[in-house]
């Protein structure tokens, strides 16, 4: 009697496992998480390089031997260190961009009409960062053409307990963070797009209570003995 009330309490488990609401249920999904996170054949590749922490970059000043200088880390915050204006934050910006703003923080105050120029020497590499119910969770390099199906891949693919319909991907868009949620056995199937994976895109593959469940059960079995015959 008592293994059948056991077996009973794990039924009742799955049964409500199964109709709890999903953790990311508010996100987008479908067309909408497309517009978010474009597929891969539609994904507009950027026409021009962001300045990223970890790059190296080089600064000249026209007439100011004392302003330029051949190698600027940028720092895990996005900053660099410039003599005279202090730490200037260039991540998220094109060279042209950092220039334009270095000129203005010197002209300011310093110089008159200061030529600027910045350049990036050493790019750091681009990553994704896989999550949650992959086999091996971490940072991986993807290039412009890393796809949602390539970076589970590089994460040695989802668990025994992963929720494929709740797979969702968070990116910085304009300074705001996005995410969408993709069902991956769709995409797998070819049913639906494989989305475009960025360098700094995070990717967290939900967790199924109920499969965790099932499969809890099915190794307490032989304890059990559920499969005897009453």
Known sequence: MKKIGAFCLLLIGISLAGCSSQLYSALPT?????????PIDRAAVPSQYLIAPGDIVSLAVFGEPDLTLDKLPVDDAGYIQIPLIGTVKVAALTPADASSLIASRLGAKFLRNPNVTL???EQTGQMVTVEGQVAKAGAYPVDSQT??????ALAQS???IARLDEVVIFRTINNQRM???FDLSRVRAGRDPDPQILGGDVVVVGFSQGKSIYRDMLQAAPVFNVFTRF
């Open 30 to 38: 479908g067309g909408a998480a497309y517009a978010i996170i474009p």
């Open 119 to 121: 350049n990036v020497i």
């Open 147 to 152: 796809t949602l199906l390539g970076a589970i």
């Open 158 to 160: 989802p668990t025994r």
């Open 179 to 181: 995410a969408a949620r």
